[in-house]
């Protein structure tokens, strides 16, 4: 009995041996070799995933599992060819080709499993495929049925080791970088350099600005569902209106920009495209049962992105006059410099001279500013330029400046440049001239001014200035001789720019005088000085001539009258006295007259003239006049005829001294004639 027992179970357990072997393909010891050694030939196989030696090229990388319920491949399969497919049903048979022919696959959503397929399914290493066959299983949008029950690789023991850093990694960039995604695709006009004076579309100002430039900044990225930049993702390009564009941009951590050149104003498009990671997987039902179903990575997702801006040119002018103090009657242009227009555009430019004859303050139109010339430059592109010439009227004083028009048209924008700007605007000063006369009159001397060439309305300063010379002056624009007056004065133009002054009167020295006019220069006029020694401008006076000496005229001599007749007989003539002898005192009535009677006055006698001056040292005595010989009787003396009068006061001494002589020859007549009656 016990025999028996004993070969029903040898016949049992031979025959088990036999079916295994034979109805499951490769032995138990070549699944133990492709187990690294976990199992041996001689252990009898659980239930899981059988290894199929038949097949072993069925298998991709990966790494056999033994668990508690059976064995598993976590790995790659070559289900299809020329892609890894993974299994979602862990414990179930291996997944032959044979068993997926006519098989039509079912997207399932799942983007980070998509994305790990998608990025990683073509390594080599098995533990990134063990990672990805793990990513699968634990997949809870992905339908299951398994036998085994999944687990993470660092569940799985030392063998998994490196799987489960790959399976880390792998999981947390999908989470950053899977889709969905979008493309971003960005177009910028850069600016252009910044206008340093105001431009305005009207008469009044307006703020700087910075015009753009015909540059434009092209900006590609990829964005994943987490919001973070897709690294390493090319961006094919299609692009019109910008030059040397490449045709594919590689995206990376942050956004990619590049500058690029504008071919000319219109609509600027680019295009970009890219080659993305699924949000899908691919499932594959087997048409065998108790056979895994797998997925595989699906195909690659197109995402796109369009950018599209008008460019326009903005154009900016600024100018410079070419003479800022140009002269009437010849010619001024305007050297002008066009930014901002886009690529080789070209634009016209209307430059218009103005006048004024106030000056012009920057953004303001003066009321009676003008136009005086007009000039047109066409064709003009980016850079400086020269307006042809415009001719300055002979007549012309005041203030002038351009301005410069950029007609608006679909690819341009309008400049329209302002009043006044300091850099365009040249003046021409009034300059002011005088016709001056010099007057004396007497000792009295005073200059008439009459001034022309100033700016109608206006007041200006004058200064004229006197100088004496003893010489005649001769005209120089250097001022000689002495400075002897001056005086200012504020005139007012009338509306001929004309105006007249009059000087204070001087007195004047004896010599030449000359007058000097000054014309004060000021923001609208240029300063004028006369030249000095201008004959009109110069007076002359004299020196008095000395009065010629009065002639000193002689007194007449006087004529003695003879005696009238007496009864008395007349005395002899006396006869002088001897030498020596003293003569008597005479008598104090005079002689020739009888004494006085008794009782009666004495008749008068004649008052003594006044005594003679003395001769001055300088001048000799005058010669005493001759003696007439006394008469026998004398008469008595009459009074001498009346001198006549000079009205010189240096005659009075000679008419003095005259008159004492003769009294003096009266008194000696006188004496002798008493001597000689008394004998």
């Known amino acids: 009995m016990t025999t028996r027992i004993r070969l029903t179970f040898h016949t049992l357990l031979l025959l088990l041996v036999l079916s295994l072997t034979f109805g499951s393909g490769p032995t138990l010891a070549a699944g133990s070799s492709r187990d690294q050694g976990s199992d041996s030939a001689s252990r009898t196989a659980r239930i899981g995933e059988v290894p ?8 991709g990388p990966g790494i056999w599992h033994h668990a508690r319920e059976g064995k598993t491949w976590y790995g790659a399969y070559r289900t299809f060819k020329g892609a ?26 799942s983007p980070r499993t998509a994305w790990a397929l998608h990025q990683h399914s073509a390594a080599k290493s098995k533990n990134v495929h063990a990672a990805l066959s793990a990513m699968a299983r634990l997949d809870t949008a992905i339908p299951h049925d398994h036998t085994v029950p999944p687990q993470e ?12 850093k ?78 040397d564009t490449p045709a594919t941009l590689t995206t990376s951590s942050k956004a990619e920009v590049e500058t690029y050149t504008v071919t000319g104003p219109g609509k600027v498009s680019v295009t970009g495209t890219a080659q993305v990671a699924p949000e899908t997987v691919l499932l594959f039902e087997p048409t065998k049962a108790r056979v895994q179903r ?19 040119s903005a154009p900016t002018v600024t100018t410079e006059i070419s ?27 209307v430059h218009e001279l103005w006048r004024t004859a106030s000056k012009p303050e920057p953004g303001k139109k003066n009321d009676d500013a003008e136009v005086i010339g007009t000039v047109t430059s066409k064709s003009v592109g980016n850079g400086t330029h020269r307006s042809a010439a415009i001719e300055i009227p002979d007549d012309f004083r005041g203030w002038l400046y351009f301005t410069e028009t950029i007609a608006a048209d679909a690819k341009t924008r309008e400049w329209k440049g302002i009043h006044g700007q300091p850099r365009e605007t040249g003046f021409v000063p009034w300059t002011p001239t005088a016709d001056t006369t010099a007057v004396l009159t007497g000792t009295q001397a005073h200059d008439e001014v009459d001034i022309r060439g100033m700016r109608p309305g206006s007041a200006v300063s004058a200064t004229v200035t006197a100088y004496h010379s003893a010489e005649q002056p001769k005209q120089s624009s250097k001022v000689g001789g002495e400075k002897i007056d001056s005086q200012d004065f504020r005139i007012t133009a009338d509306q001929d720019g004309k105006a007249s002054l009059r000087t204070s009167a001087i007195t004047a020295p004896v010599g030449w005088v000359t007058f000097v006019v000054t014309v004060n220069g000021d ?55 001897p030498p020596g002898d003293t003569p008597p005192p005479a008598d104090e009535s005079p002689a020739g007259e009888p004494p006085a009677p008794d009782g009666q006055p004495p008749a008068p006698t004649a008052e003594p003239p006044p005594p003679a001056p003395e001769p001055s040292a300088a001048e000799p005595p005058a010669a005493e006049p001759p003696v007439e010989p006394v008469a026998d009787q004398p ?43 008394t004998d």
Request: charged letters at 20%.
């Open 52 to 59: 199929m030696l038949a097949h072993a090229d069925a298998y």
């Open 84 to 109: 890894n497919a993974y299994c979602i049903d862990a414990g179930k048979q291996s997944p032959l080709p044979e068993y997926f022919k006519g098989s039509t696959p079912k997207k399932i959503t």
């Open 153 to 164: 690789p660092k569940e799985l023991g030392k063998k998994f080791k490196g799987s489960a």
């Open 166 to 243: 790959q399976f880390a990694a792998i999981t947390a960039d999908a989470a950053r970088f899977a889709g969905p995604y979008r493309l971003k695709v960005g177009l910028q006009t850069t600016p252009g350099m910044p206008v340093l004076e105001p431009h305005a579309k009207s008469d009044g100002e307006r703020k700087p600005t910075l015009p753009d430039s015909d540059q434009v900044e092209l900006s590609v990225s990829l964005v994943s569902a987490s919001g973070h930049l897709v690294p390493d993702i090319p961006i094919h390009l299609k692009v019109e209106g910008l030059e």
């Open 294 to 312: 797998v997925i595989t990575a699906d195909k690659p997702t197109e995402v796109s992105a369009r950018a599209a801006i008008d460019v326009t």
């Open 323 to 349: 003479d800022q103090t140009p002269t009437p009657g010849e010619s001024v242009t305007d050297e002008f410099t066009v930014s901002g227009l886009v690529g080789d555009h070209t634009v016209t430019v």
């Open 523 to 577: 923001d609208a006029h240029k300063s004028w000085t006369s030249d000095w020694g201008i004959p009109a401008e110069t007076v002359h006076r004299a020196a008095p001539e000395p009065e010629p000496p009065t002639p000193v005229e002689e007194p007449p001599t006087p004529v003695e009258e003879p005696p009238a007749p007496t009864d008395e007989p007349s005395a002899p003539a006396t006869q002088p006295p």
């Open 635 to 677: 008469q008595a003396p009459r009074a001498p005829d009346q001198l006549p009068r000079t009205g010189a006061p240096g005659n009075a001494a000679l008419v003095g001294a005259g008159l004492l002589l003769i009294g003096l020859g009266v008194t000696a007549l006188l004496v002798s004639g008493r001597r000689d009656s």
